[in-house]
């Protein structure tokens, strides 16, 4: 159905035809489901009438012009707020449309009336038509693809079923804690790994084949509910992850042919991985590390974006997994992330290494800096976008922590560093990125010799003592930051820096500030004073 100059004729033609009789409504809404492909058919179906006209279909006689306008109704409310927000207010013989979709997906209607049903429930929720907390969701909608995912049902119900339910309960805690005790729902998701059963006892090769074509997307099916399950809660994590074999069968499924299945699976990972206890256990003792980092090596750019987020929770410091990963050609992995046109691997290729550098030894921040080089770190620090920033200026404060490594880094980096740290002082940027950067200058002022660098550069002096006035106290902290390292009278050349400071006026500044109505700010601009007392 493209949007040309047909559609002017043929959509209101179609819709005139809609009340001939039962079977042009049965095809036209089939027709309508079929060619209905993302928003723009469903913009242009909306503003022919569709929904006023099909509407009433639902109350039909006939079980077929029933069904298909429900099929319909599911379609055009896919994530679609302006056709669900209108789904809401439609009244068919005095019932809201929610409360008709509400009686057919109840236990004595046929299964595709109720899972159809379902979808429409679960669309308009997604779509914010319907509030996750509603009676309809929580009471029926819920329970319903519960049901759809016992053993009881077909294959392909089971499909659907746990589909729309991991769809439902993806970006809502609530109803993910809801749906992981209703009808033990995680060990009921296990049996979708067992098909095809034992070949021998498959004496029917239709039955056979049938049921290898949905082995691949019950696992799918499988992994994408597990992952929307665990999303958010430990204890959930905690009960699938010692549901049986959880951990071989998520690891088995990284290494499967069907790249649909190789997704699911990383995404269930993904999910469980942000438990700090999993990734000490279970991830550990499977060493999880091993496909995922298999994964990796040009995976299409959908896979790439999961497994590089799961990676970012394997690198944290106290995962078990940041030595061998390290081991396994992590860095020159996620160096070149950060080269994607993807912006999405370009925020994790840096996040993993943030991550990677917190707390590390000093040959892995060499390892780092050596990977990315220094075109690529000003490339990042002039990203467009400001996530890539914050990470970038998160890596760089990682990178200079602990003094020999703030000295050794600044002794091969430091003109290009304090160049990068210039820019972004003078740029416009919001206040979280001058911040990060004015805490990138306090570690600077914290190395023995990477100190001459902000002492002998005025520019940067300058800038410390602005941002020690500024307007926002966050900014004015981290510049006195900068400030009390640089006195601290105990190191080497403190009286040559104090002497100098004070001639910019940075102690009027400080007897201000030791006066301020900020207690963070007074403290330490008191702190600093001492210094100069001592």
Sequence with gaps: ?????????????????????????????????????????????????????????????????????????????????????????????????????????QRDKPIEMQLTSAKCLTYMCRAGAIRTDDNCIVLKTLP?????????????????????????????????????????????????????????????????????????????????????????????????????????????????????????????????????????????????????MKVLQNAPDEILVVASSTLCNLLLEFSPSKEPILESGAVELLCSLTQSENLALRVNGIWALMNMAFQAEQKIKSDILRGLSTEQLFQLLSDSDVNVLMKTLGLLRNLLSTRPHIDHIMSSHGKQIMQAVTLILEGEHNIEVKEQTLCILANIADGTTAKELIMTNDDILQKIKYYMSHSNAKLQLAAMFCISNLVWNEEEGSQERQDKLRDMGIVDILHKLSQSSDPNLCDKAKTALQQYLA
């Design 144 to 292: 319903c693809l519960v049901r759809m995912c016992s053993k009881e049902r077909l294959l392909e119900e089971r499909v659907e079923g746990a589909e729309t339910l991991a769809y439902l309960i993806e970006t809502d805690v609530e109803l993910q804690r809801i749906a992981s005790i209703t009808d033990h729902l995680i060990a009921m998701l296990a049996d979708y790994f067992k098909y095809p059963s034992s070949v021998s006892a498959i004496t029917d090769i239709k039955r056979l084949d049938h049921d290898l074509k949905h082995a691949h997307e019950l696992r799918q099916a499988a992994f994408k509910l597990y992952a929307s399950l665990g999303a958010n809660d430990e204890d959930i994590r905690k009960k699938i992850i010692e549901t049986e074999n959880m951990m071989d069968r998520i690891v088995n499924g990284l290494s499967e042919s069907s790249i649909k299945v190789r997704l699911a699976a990383v995404r269930c990972l993904h999910s469980l991985s942000r438990s700090v206890q999993q990734l000490r256990t279970s991830f550990q003792d499977h060493a999880v590390w091993k496909p995922l």
């Design 1 to 105: 159905m493209k949007a040309d100059k047909k559609d002017a004729t043929v959509i209101p033609h179609l819709m005139a035809l809609l009340s001939r009789s039962r079977y042009t409504q049965e095809y036209i809404c089939q027709i309508f489901s079929h060619c209905c492909k993302g928003p723009d058919h469903q913009t242009i179906l909306f503003n022919h009438g569709a929904v006023q006209n099909i509407a009433h279909l639902l109350v039909s006689t006939s079980y077929k012009v029933r069904m298909q306008a429900l099929k319909c109704f599911s379609v055009l409310a896919f994530e679609n707020p302006q056709v669900s927000m209108t789904l809401v207010n439609v009244l068919v013989d005095g019932e809201l449309l929610p409360q008709i979709f509400v009686k057919m997906l």
